[in-house]
Each structure stands twice: as C-alpha cells, then as structure tokens.
C-alpha cells in the first residue's frame, strides 16, 4: 500500500539550512506536497513538485526528487523563527484517486 | 479572492447539540474537502465534494452530514457528537479533484 514517511523532529540554528526529509512507496505518484503549520492554524501549501521533476526553487525554498530513492526533500535557506512549524510531506497518486497520502509531519525546531 | 474561509473560528457543543461548520472560497474551485486532524497527527480526509456531488465519504459515522449548497459553499451538520470528536476541522478546495489543495485556517471543536 502507499505509505509516506518522515522524521517527526528536526532541530536547527538561526540563520543555518533546514532539510526536511520524506520518503515514499508509490512508484504511480503524480504529485509530491510541502504543506506548512503553525501552532493552531490551518496548512499552508509551499510548494509541490510533479513526479517528472528533478528538483523545483521557489526564493528560500528548494525541492529536490530523487524517484529512484522515492525521496524528496525540501531546503529552507537562512532557517528563520518564523519558520518554527510542522512540516507535512503528501502524496497524490492514480492508486489514491488523487487523494493526499500524508506523512506524519516534521516539527522544525529553530535554536537561536 | 484567493483564501479559503471557516467559520465558526472555535466552536464547544454538548453532546445533545446539533451545529454546523461552514466553508466558503471564490477561487472557482470544483473540489472540496473536509479533513478532521488531531493534535500533532497529520489530517484525516472525510468528505470530498467534485462539482457539487459527494465523491468520497471515507466511512464517517452518521453524526457527521456534509452539504455543498453550491460551488463555492460547503457546510458540515454535526448532531450527537462524542468527546472524542474535538478536533480541528478543516476544510480545504481545489481547481479539480487531482490539483493542488488549498486549506481555510479551520474550526478547533471542542465536545463537553
């Protein structure tokens, strides 16, 4: 069956690079997702990558597709506090109907 | 207008209450999602509404009934709701049911 994974903690100083990392089990995916949250609020889409992507930058933000590996990883340049959230990796697939496969989320933890 | 609107922001009901969460976006979306997501845990499809027709109800008990009065509206009756219940719930929109997701800042629900 599918299956996303990720780290559930990640601790960085201010200023350095974040990589957040998630792996996937469905060869059929069509699109991979980077959603965004902050305590009590709803998520925010960063950004998204099609399966046929290598890697996708969007200002602080770079993702990388490995398809071989069936890992994507997401890089916040020049991490900041406000960057402090729960990052979710999700995965749409044909088998899904499209519908989003999450992992488990990774909680970004910013050291001053 | 590019955002996703939840109302009520909070919402606490006894178990006898009968209430309704709505969900609102004049994006011309044809897609519509109800997640539920506890604390910590990524979140939880429910419902998906494709052109105003129920598509998937991911076997939600019958406490919970969705409505979609129109494309750019969708509400969800709760009615002897249970404790475990409290959740935020979050409703989300996309172009077609296979494009990128866009969440509302969600209901924090709490069941006494």
């Known amino acids: 069956g599918e299956d996303v994974e990720q780290s559930l903690f990640l601790s960085v100083r201010e200023g350095d690079s974040s990589v957040i990392n998630c792996t996937y089990t469905?060869?059929?995916?069509?699109?991979l997702y980077w959603y965004k949250q902050e305590p009590g609020a709803g998520l925010q889409l960063l950004t998204y990558i099609f399966s046929n992507m290598d890697m996708k930058q969007d200002q602080r933000l770079t993702v990388l597709l490995n398809k071989k590996d069936k890992h994507l990883s997401l890089r916040i340049a020049d991490t900041q506090t406000g960057d402090s959230a729960i990052y979710f990796c999700?995965?749409?697939?044909?088998?899904?109907?499209?519908?989003?496969?999450w992992g488990a989320g990774t909680k970004l933890i910013i050291k001053p | 207008d590019t955002e996703v609107t939840q109302t009520p922001k909070h919402l606490v009901m006894g178990m006898t209450n009968k209430k309704s969460l709505k969900c609102e976006q004049h994006m011309g979306h044809r897609a519509m999602y109800w997640y539920k997501q506890k604390a910590k845990k990524p979140p939880e499809l429910m419902f998906v509404?494709?052109?105003?027709?129920?598509?998937i109800n991911e076997s939600v008990p019958s406490r919970f009934s969705p409505e979609c009065p129109n494309s750019s509206l969708l509400n969800l009756h709760l009615h002897a709701l249970q404790p475990e219940d409290s959740a935020l719930y979050l409703c989300?929109?996309?172009?077609?049911?296979?494009?990128?997701?866009?969440f509302g800042p969600g209901t924090r629900l709490t069941v006494l």
């Open positions: 509404y494709s052109y105003e027709k129920l598509s």
């Open positions: 999700a995965e749409s697939t044909r088998d899904s109907n499209y519908q989003l496969i």
């Open positions: 469905d060869s059929s995916s069509t699109y």
């Open positions: 989300a929109s996309s172009l077609r049911s296979y494009n990128e997701q866009f």
